[in-house]
């Protein structure tokens, strides 16, 4: 048999083998295909075929290890040592334009290019000496290899030189105007790849004329527009790849005569903070998406009383001085989860669900999982019942559901388990809430533990029709508790919806301390819901409040009308969980100027006394009241279909920052260094030094040192590229 293609000459019998088993070696063989490269390589004289095979293995494993370990996240000075790194190996490309920062971690990036550059030389090289089947292979490889660096670079078509030159134009992320100082590199020619034999000889060249700055504009419309229909296409400094956020716009200020409601649900989440912290440990600042300012503060815990009578949380507020606008207020409202003694929690029935799949590999991923939930399994007694679901490809059930005392057979199921294959979720889920469904504990804590980095991608991919999924399985009573891993391909945007559905809570484990304090220090908490659907609804008076805004929960909004509409899902409250708001408020008679928000005064009515005048008394004016606000509060019993309502005011005492309480110092520096991250144009006179100062000052006990750590991390926020 032979093959015909453009110039090249027919390929031989020997080169059709060769290439069989060239395609054996690197796995691309199925069925009777596979079958007929096994049968070669059992014949006893086949032993320079198996060789090839050997070596062919080798070398793609070796430059498989080489990508793995260093192809750090896509930054635009990763763009340009990218360009550096091939310019070095030969390929004709444009320069880099702009100074490229010479550090370790650059250094190693371009060291790598030419690694593998000379292994994919050296990897068809070391093949038997077929030479036009090598030819033939390499000239599938050049190609795919340009579409890869064009791919890496961001680049609009792949292996063409107006491509890396555009790529190099927008090393700016923002497209902002270049400095003069670089406008000279924008009219070099540019040596470029032809589609055949020109494409290794860099026979031609093109010269690359950037148009003007008006159709520069133009270019970045559609080029966003491109990256927005990719998900998976990021560009933005410090955002790996395919990590996947969702975006929102924050809260802005809104007048109670317009808006005199503020309705949301309630959020335990803490994965934002984490993963955040895993950015700056990295020395980058983190998307700006992946700043969530209510899982920043809920990440710590308050010193909020516990709850007394049948009500499952006490509600606590204050207001004081906002610090970053001095004429306004800060208010915090924080609710404190009744907690439930480790020897009184009820008994468990758990269902680790276990992404093995080939994404899960890294030292970040399945072995951290595997550490955490050893670490929980230590916790189990005898009255706890665990199971293990695993899926890649397709699901399976690694361990049935076992006695929380039979702890060296569980933890022999975890040492197990091992990645490999692609993600079918879909189908781990359905298989997991049956696992749980068999062992249902009435009254128990019924909950699947979700162990991923959220790359879903077989099966069930869309994240409407997996929410539909999570939502259908979650009425049965079997809550769902999400726990992220890993980085490069996070989905965070993904598992947020999952364990909101789920009736869950969802946590992000960058380190077995992370894993110890979600598994181990708030078992509880992680694993039994005192209070679900739980919904607060601020209504502000006008008289005292001239405008406010909610800080976060922008996911978590819901409509008014849906308060008192027992149909509509909302967050849960664990044993022994805080959950924390924070709302900055425009006081009536404070006329910053320039400040945004509030409403114009009236002309026609009586104008509402200044906050700074005294309140008279009830009696002297009814209509007057020194509340800024009452906070309506509804929730259910965790088996419960009808909610209950709570309602507490809270007067203006007009405190100053300086002698509020710890807690809402230290809640406040949390909130304002999310705004800086975040870019926020709320953040008035917040700085990385005043939300230090405001943090070293309201450590109080910081049990388990996560105040002193966040001190540590608005250092590292300086220092951040």
Known sequence: MSYEHDDVSPVTSQEESDAILTAYALGQLTGAEREAAEAMLAQGEAEAARQHVAEVSQCAAALAAVRESDLPERSAELRRAVIAAVAKSGKPVVPAVGPVKRHRGMQRLAEAGVVAATLALVAFLLLPPVQRAREVARRVVDAESDASVSQLLGASGPGTPESFAYDARFSDVHGSTPSPDLQPEYGRSVKGSDAKEGRRQGEFSQSVNFPDEDSWRELTKARTKYESADPFIRTRAGQEGRERYNHFIENRFLAPSDHPLSTFSIDVDTASYANVRRFLMGGQRPPRDAVRIEEFVNYFSYGDP????????????????????????????????????????????????????????DGDKLPLVKQSLMMLVDELTEND?????????????????????????????????????????????????????????????????????????????????????????????????????????????????????GNGVYAYIDSVREARKVLVEQLTGSTITIAKDVKIQVEFNPARVA????????????????????????????????????????????????????????????????????????EADADVSRELLTVKLRYKEPDGDTSRLIEVPLADAGKAFEDASADLRFASAVAAFGMILRGSEHSGGATLPMVGKIAAGALGTDDGGYRAEFLDLVRRAEQAR
């Open 547 to 618: 405008s406010y805004r909610l800080l976060g929960y922008e996911n978590r909004a819901l409509a008014d009308r849906d308060f008192r509409d027992d149909t509509k899902d909302a967050g849960e409250i664990g044993a022994g969980h805080g959950v924390t708001a924070l709302y900055e408020i425009k006081l009536v008679g404070d006329d910053t100027a320039g400040e945004v928000g509030g409403a114009e005064p009236l002309k026609y009515q009586p104008q509402p006394k200044p906050a700074s005048q005294p309140a008279p008394a009830p």
């Open 306 to 361: 516990a709850p007394t009578g049948d009500v499952p949380f006490s509600v606590n507020m204050e207001a004081a001085a906002c610090p970053w606008h001095p004429n306004h207020q800060i208010v915090r409202i924080g609710l404190a989860g009744c907690d439930v003694a480790r020897d009184q929690r009820p008994a468990g029935n758990l269902v680790f669900l276990v992404d093995v799949s080939g994404s899960m590999a």
């Open 385 to 501: 019942r665990v199971a293990i679901v695993t899926y890649a490809g397709d699901a399976g059930l690694r361990l049935p559901s076992t006695s929380g005392d039979q702890k060296a057979k569980i933890r022999k199921a975890i040492e197990s388990l091992s990645s490999g294959g692609s993600t079918h979720g879909s189908a781990g889920i359905t298989l997991a809430y049956e696992q749980a469904a068999e062992r249902f504990i009435q009254g128990g804590a019924n909950r699947v533990i979700l162990a991923t980095d959220g790359d879903l991608n077989v099966g069930i991919t869309s994240d409407d029709a997996l929410v539909e999924l999570i939502s259908r399985m979650a009425k049965g009573g079997t809550f769902l508790t999400v726990l992220g891993f890993g980085q490069g391909n996070l989905q965070d945007e993904k598992m947020e919806k999952l364990a909101d559905k």
